[in-house]
């Protein structure tokens, strides 16, 4: 069965400083994995998404996630946070060739520090 | 182009009451989901529609739930009668048939039951 954990449900950052948030899955094949994001009173938002091209994903708003096989990873990184980027990030999985359901994690709610 | 709508943004309904959800896709896409996230819990899948027909209902938790898709266009999500344990935000998604990996999301109906 597949599931995905994320590391630390809150993250606090300061304004200018790198992001990292934590994600590690567990799929008995390799997966199509996504990173979501969802603002304050909005719905979710695809930030990026790996299908198995290269491991190395940018996506929206200068966020990237770098697919590591062998530590089954995908955390997601950000050079420098903007206050903007307070949000709740979810990374979720799924097997689109088997099934459609995305897996999702619990979220990791990022705070940007003035 | 617009993006999923749902409505209503909110309900509050009292236990035993019925509530209907509506989730309209994104034009064209005939793949439908449905989402829920429950307080404190991560977001779970409840089912999926190809236009008209369940393809996946693996997902919903007990026959208190209906979804419908007629003709194949919008979706509604029934509950009746309601438990306090069915509040959350219920989210809609859809995606194009050629790119099922990658659903768009609604904004979500918060829904809660007193």
């Known amino acids: 069965a597949q599931s995905v954990t994320q590391l630390g449900s809150h993250v606090s950052v300061s304004e200018g400083a790198l992001v990292l948030l934590r994600c590690n899955y567990s799929?008995?094949?390799?997966?199509?994995l996504f990173w979501y994001v969802q603002y304050p009173n909005q719905g979710l938002q695809l930030l990026l998404k790996?299908?198995?091209?290269?491991?190395l994903v940018k996506g929206i708003n200068g966020f990237e996630a770098e697919f590591k096989k062998s530590e089954t990873s995908f955390h997601l990184t950000k050079p420098s946070a903007h206050m903007s980027d307070a949000a709740e990030y979810f990374c979720?999985?799924?097997?689109?060739?088997?099934?459609?359901?995305?897996?999702f994690g619990k979220g990791t709610r990022l705070h940007i520090l003035p | 182009e617009a993006g999923v709508t749902q409505f209503p943004s909110h309900s509050v309904i009292e236990k035993g009451q019925t509530v209907t959800l509506r989730c309209d896709p994104i034009?064209?896409?005939?793949?439908l989901y449905w989402y829920r996230r429950v307080m404190g819990k991560e977001i779970k899948f409840l089912l999926h529609?190809?236009?008209?027909?369940?393809?996946?209902e693996s997902g919903m938790p007990n026959n208190r739930f209906l979804a419908e898709r007629t003709g194949g266009t919008y979706s509604t999500l029934k509950v009746q009668p309601a438990e306090l344990e069915d509040s959350g935000v219920y989210f809609c998604?859809?995606?194009?048939?050629?790119?099922?990996?990658?659903?768009?999301f609604g904004p979500g109906t918060r829904l809660l039951v007193l």
């Open positions: 998604a859809s995606s194009q048939v050629q790119a099922r990996e990658t659903q768009y």
């Open positions: 799929s008995s094949v390799p997966p199509y």
């Open positions: 790996y299908t198995s091209a290269a491991t």
């Open positions: 979720a999985v799924s097997r689109s060739y088997r099934d459609d359901k995305i897996i």
């Open positions: 034009s064209g896409h005939d793949n």
């Open positions: 529609f190809v236009k008209e027909s369940k393809q996946d």
